[in-house]
């Protein structure tokens, strides 16, 4: 048989019907002899070249499709996802019907009746231009999957025969379900999209079961040119083409007239954000990093699922906390002005134009909305955000910014006409100027048990600042590194009714060979026992402490909780917080005080699996604990924990237990010097969490400013939501320990070898009293 009498055969083979032999003589008759033998010759020359040349087979026999590595926390909300494509694979049994109408209606409405190829639009589309290329068009869902899988998206005669011939070979190994199946699930969306699934949680934040007839229609209307037709980028052509699928719905039976005219009405929201459970974006990227760090480039391409340790709740608990008090220092500290300023045009479409560039240099963070001022005045600012909505902000949302709205303000300060602001809505909708803040912030929990992490903020807003301030910010701790030196002082004969003196202190050795005179923030009160000292965090007393027991013996045993002691200095400013901690590392000391005495390592990932379901690996149980792996004796842990609740009783963190209303809550403040660094470290049952707020440039964040006011309060609104429900916990004495003038005190010290003052003078007359009450057993 002849190139020629076979490739009539194989071009003629699927016209079955009259009609098509009518349009194809008709085509033929126009092209004239000379030309069908050429086109045909052309056609059997490529068949040639094309047949030993098809790819293998099994990308579709075999289908794997690219899934991207997806985060969750332990109880199964999504976190995070990393991957060059956004896919959900569905069966095709869990698609809703109304999403398959809608795509067969405006993509292949006789998908279950044809072979594959529809020979009407290949042929009209192989003569329209032999010589520079067509207009792609007459593509069935088969050809297209041919095409998706398999080539590229060149226009020219030889790809068109390889997608035919591609066409029939998968209709001959595939049933028109498992075609399908392929199509919606491999398909480019826009956005990075991969098949609908995934294109529904994108565009409407919804699962496919949850798709109205609308929204179907809209997504069906994407394939024909996702970088334009998709809703994020181009609502008005995405719209008209919504409305053509709806019509062919309508034209097929498919939908009756009142369903057609219900969802053209039907206003749709569109994001053009992946929506995720839990605010936890730097948690996401340290998986991230370690699943990168294992596989590699599979790490984005084969559906991994990683499970942490993380509660959903108590992550977005910790996450609405730092915000929220972030927010209140950044108010407490005024309006700094506008973030930017653009003249805006006379003219509608440049007007929007220029609005929707200067708004992509200040993107949104979450509630802080950027808008730009469209219309001011002392009473009234109207301002346009990035979505179109005009934003009017009125009465108590103008207080802000009141300097700033005067005629007479600074022109760095004053909103006007084309300025870049902030505005911020409340639970009731009404709107408010903020701003966003420059000062950062972290906060992390963890279970004092097994180190497994429950909630980790890295900072105030990832897309602005990645630095992930919990594992990588290394600050002075000031004040809240004070429990370690009083732990050390404990195995020295110390306790906490030990009498030190509150007074002035003048050391050698400070800046120019002067002397160095420690202060407090509250003035000297005299003699005071180590636990009042502690609860009003008193630096003189430190001091004394420190020089008692030697800074070099300090230094070293706190290594016992994890600190680093290249990072803390041999001298009396180690017990000030004048060396450097991060916030992961002084959770996991002050875990050591809530367990009992026992390190902990933070675990963040539970465990991994394929995009099957199976594990691929697990942490292991934590082995049983012995005495033996105590880094602190479980006296000393208990005797701290004693003090450490009686700062939030009746000292610097005293607001922690006057506004939960427990009595289990432990922990401490920490200030460092001119007030760079504000610190809360603290626990109750085996929950352990640590904040600090700071600028990434350390200044001061105020003279008015402490742990007290900064850190501590984004700790209480994390534990309100943590403990909710929880008993109060108690701890009982271990062995070893006994109640002697009130308060504990190891049993080895209860005598005349324990320290009982420290730098205090006692009085005659108390000697003489202590004589007496010893002699008679008092």
Same mark, same amino acid.
Not at 413 to 425: D, F, K, L, T, W
Not at 702 to 713: D, I, K, Q, S, V
């Given at each position: 048989?002849?190139?020629?009498?076979?490739?009539?055969?194989?071009?003629?083979?699927?016209? $079955?019907?009259?009609?098509?032999?009518?349009?194809?003589?008709?085509?033929?008759?126009?092209?004239?002899?000379?030309?069908?033998?050429?086109?045909?010759?052309?056609?059997?020359?490529?068949?040639?070249?094309?047949?030993?040349?098809?790819?293998?087979?099994?990308?579709?026999?075999?289908?794997?499709?690219?899934?991207?590595?997806?985060?969750?926390?332990?109880?199964? =909300?999504?976190?995070? *996802?990393?991957?060059?494509?956004?896919?959900?694979?569905?069966?095709?049994?869990?698609?809703?019907?109304?999403?398959?109408?809608?795509?067969?209606?405006?993509?292949?409405?006789?998908?279950?009746?044809?072979?594959?190829?529809?020979?009407?639009?290949?042929?009209?589309?192989?003569?329209?231009?032999?010589?520079?290329?067509?207009?792609?068009?007459?593509?069935?869902?088969?050809?297209?999957?041919?095409?998706?899988?398999?080539?590229?998206?060149?226009?020219?005669?030889?790809?068109?025969?390889?997608?035919?011939?591609?066409?029939?070979?998968? *209709?001959?190994?595939?049933?028109?379900?498992?075609?399908?199946?392929?199509?919606?699930?491999?398909?480019?969306?826009?956005?990075?999209?991969?098949?609908?699934?995934?294109?529904?949680?994108?565009?409407?934040?919804?699962?496919?079961?949850?798709?109205?007839?609308?929204?179907?229609?809209?997504? $069906?209307?994407?394939?024909?040119?996702?970088?334009?037709?998709?809703?994020?980028?181009?609502?008005?052509?995405?719209?008209?083409?919504?409305?053509?699928?709806?019509?062919?719905?309508?034209?097929?039976?498919?939908?009756?007239?009142?369903?057609?005219?219900?969802?053209?009405?039907?206003?749709?929201?569109?994001?053009?954000?992946?929506?995720?459970?839990?605010?936890?974006?730097?948690?996401?990227?340290?998986?991230?990093?370690?699943?990168?760090?294992?596989?590699?480039?599979?790490?984005?391409?084969?559906?991994?699922?990683?499970?942490?340790?993380?509660?959903?709740?108590?992550?977005?608990?910790?996450?609405?906390?730092?915000?929220?008090?972030?927010?209140?220092?950044?108010?407490?500290?005024?309006?700094?002005?506008?973030?930017?300023?653009?003249?805006?045009?006379?003219?509608?479409?440049?007007?929007? *134009?220029?609005?929707?560039?200067?708004?992509?240099?200040?993107?949104?963070?979450?509630?802080?909305?950027?808008?730009?001022?469209?219309?001011?005045?002392?009473?009234?600012?109207?301002?346009?955000?990035?979505?179109?909505?005009?934003?009017?902000?009125?009465?108590?949302?103008?207080?802000?910014?009141?300097?700033?709205?005067?005629?007479?303000?600074?022109?760095?300060?004053?909103?006007?006409?084309?300025?870049?602001?902030?505005?911020?809505?409340?639970?009731?909708?009404?709107?408010?100027?903020?701003?966003?803040?420059?000062?950062?912030?972290?906060?992390?929990?963890?279970?004092?048990?097994?180190?497994?992490?429950?909630?980790?903020?890295?900072?105030?807003?990832?897309?602005?600042?990645?630095?992930?301030?919990?594992?990588?910010?290394?600050?002075?701790?000031?004040?809240?590194?004070?429990?370690?030196?009083?732990?050390?002082?404990?195995?020295?004969?110390?306790?906490?009714?030990?009498?030190?003196?509150?007074?002035?202190?003048?050391?050698?050795?400070?800046?120019?060979?002067?002397?160095?005179?420690?202060?407090?923030?509250?003035?000297?009160?005299?003699?005071?026992?180590?636990?009042?000292?502690?609860?009003?965090?008193?630096?003189?007393?430190?001091?004394?402490?420190?020089?008692?027991?030697?800074?070099?013996?300090?230094?070293?045993?706190?290594?016992?909780?994890?600190?680093?002691?290249?990072?803390?200095?041999?001298?009396?400013?180690?017990?000030?917080?004048?060396?450097?901690?991060?916030?992961?590392?002084?959770? #996991?000391?002050?875990?050591?005080?809530?367990?009992?005495?026992?390190?902990?390592?933070?675990?963040?990932?539970?465990?991994?699996?394929?995009?099957?379901?199976?594990?691929?690996?697990? =942490?292991?149980?934590?082995?049983?604990? *012995?005495?033996?792996?105590?880094?602190?004796?479980?006296?000393?842990?208990?005797?701290?924990?004693?003090?450490?609740?009686?700062?939030?009783?009746? #000292?610097?963190?005293?607001?922690?237990?006057?506004?939960? #209303?427990?009595?289990?809550?432990?922990?401490?403040?920490?200030?460092?010097?001119?007030?760079?660094?504000?610190?809360?470290?603290?626990?109750?049952?085996?929950?352990?969490?640590?904040?600090?707020?700071?600028?990434?440039?350390?200044?001061?964040? #105020?003279?008015?400013?402490?742990?007290?006011?900064?850190?501590?309060?984004?700790?209480?609104?994390?534990?309100?939501?943590?403990?909710?429900?929880?008993?109060?916990?108690?701890?009982?004495?271990?062995?070893?320990?006994?109640?002697?003038?009130?308060?504990?005190?190891?049993?080895?010290?209860?005598?005349?070898?324990?320290?009982?003052?420290?730098?205090?003078?006692?009085?005659?007359?108390?000697?003489?009293?202590?004589?007496?009450?010893?002699?008679?057993?008092?």
């Amino acid at each position: 048989m002849s190139i020629l009498s076979s490739t009539v055969k194989f071009l003629a083979l699927p016209l $079955a019907a009259a009609n098509y032999r009518k349009n194809l003589r008709r085509t033929l008759v126009a092209l004239g002899v000379d030309g069908i033998l050429a086109v045909l010759v052309l056609i059997g020359a490529m068949l040639i070249t094309v047949l030993p040349s098809l790819p293998s087979f099994d990308v579709v026999t075999d289908y794997r499709p690219k899934i991207p590595l997806r985060i969750y926390t332990a109880d199964g =909300a999504l976190l995070g *996802e990393f991957g060059d494509e956004h896919r959900d694979f569905t069966p095709i049994k869990d698609i809703p019907p109304v999403l398959k109408d809608a795509l067969l209606a405006i993509e292949d409405s006789r998908f279950y009746d044809h072979s594959g190829v529809d020979y009407r639009g290949v042929l009209r589309a192989l003569v329209a231009d032999l010589s520079g290329g067509f207009h792609q068009g007459a593509s069935t869902i088969t050809m297209q999957v041919a095409r998706t899988f398999f080539l590229s998206q060149e226009k020219t005669i030889k790809r068109k025969l390889t997608e035919v011939v591609l066409a029939y070979r998968i *209709e001959s190994a595939l049933s028109k379900d498992q075609i399908l199946e392929l199509y919606m699930n491999q398909i480019y969306l826009g956005q990075r999209t991969h098949g609908f699934a995934s294109a529904a949680r994108t565009y409407f934040q919804k699962r496919l079961p949850d798709l109205t007839l609308a929204e179907a229609a809209m997504l $069906a209307g994407i394939p024909q040119n996702p970088a334009k037709r998709n809703p994020a980028v181009n609502p008005l052509r995405a719209k008209a083409r919504q409305e053509l699928v709806l019509k062919r719905m309508l034209q097929l039976g498919m939908i009756t007239q009142a369903q057609f005219t219900e969802a053209v009405g039907q206003p749709l929201k569109i994001s053009n954000t992946l929506r995720f459970e839990a605010h936890a974006e730097h948690v996401a990227e340290m998986v991230r990093q370690r699943v990168y760090a294992q596989y590699k480039g599979d790490a984005y391409t084969q559906g991994f699922n990683v499970y942490t340790t993380l509660d959903k709740a108590e992550q977005n608990a910790a996450y609405d906390s730092l915000r929220r008090n972030v927010l209140a220092y950044d108010q407490r500290h005024g309006y700094r002005g506008p973030e930017g300023f653009v003249d805006l045009p006379d003219n509608a479409d440049d007007r929007d *134009e220029a609005i929707d560039r200067i708004l992509a240099k200040h993107p949104s963070s979450d509630n802080l909305i950027s808008a730009v001022v469209t219309e001011v005045s002392a009473k009234r600012v109207l301002a346009e955000p990035a979505s179109g909505d005009t934003i009017e902000i009125k009465g108590d949302g103008l207080r802000f910014a009141t300097r700033a709205l005067q005629p007479n303000a600074r022109m760095d300060i004053r909103i006007r006409v084309g300025s870049v602001i902030r505005a911020s809505q409340d639970n009731k909708g009404r709107w408010a100027i903020s701003q966003m803040p420059e000062v950062d912030a972290a906060f992390v929990a963890l279970n004092a048990e097994n180190g497994s992490y429950r909630a980790l903020v890295g900072g105030f807003e990832f897309s602005r600042n990645q630095f992930n301030h919990v594992t990588s910010a290394w600050r002075q701790p000031g004040s809240s590194i004070k429990p370690f030196v009083y732990s050390a002082a404990l195995e020295k004969g110390y306790s906490p009714a030990t009498l030190l003196n509150d007074a002035p202190l003048s050391l050698p050795g400070g800046e120019g060979g002067q002397a160095w005179e420690p202060r407090n923030d509250d003035g000297f009160d005299g003699p005071m026992s180590l636990r009042q000292a502690l609860a009003r965090s008193k630096n003189v007393i430190a001091v004394r402490l420190l020089q008692a027991i030697t800074p070099q013996y300090a230094r070293d045993y706190l290594q016992r909780f994890g600190f680093d002691a290249a990072k803390h200095p041999a001298n009396l400013t180690l017990t000030l917080g004048s060396g450097s901690v991060t916030p992961l590392q002084m959770a #996991g000391a002050y875990a050591v005080f809530a367990n009992g005495g026992f390190p902990v390592t933070p675990q963040l990932i539970r465990k991994i699996t394929d995009a099957r379901g199976n594990v691929l690996w697990e =942490a292991p149980p934590p082995p049983p604990r *012995e005495d033996a792996q105590r880094v602190i004796d479980e006296r000393n842990a208990f005797i701290m924990d004693s003090m450490l609740r009686e700062v939030t009783r009746s #000292g610097t963190g005293a607001q922690a237990s006057q506004r939960l #209303g427990r009595s289990d809550l432990a922990g401490k403040t920490g200030t460092t010097s001119d007030a760079f660094d504000g610190w809360f470290a603290g626990y109750s049952g085996n929950v352990v969490a640590v904040a600090w707020m700071g600028y990434d440039q350390p200044k001061s964040l #105020g003279n008015r400013e402490f742990g007290a006011t900064l850190a501590l309060p984004i700790w209480i609104d994390y534990m309100r939501q943590t403990l909710a429900g929880k008993p109060i916990t108690d701890r009982k004495p271990p062995p070893g320990v006994s109640f002697v003038d009130d308060d504990w005190v190891y049993d080895e010290f209860k005598g005349d070898d324990g320290v009982k003052t420290l730098d205090v003078e006692v009085s005659p007359l108390k000697s003489i009293f202590d004589t007496l009450r010893k002699a008679f057993g008092g």
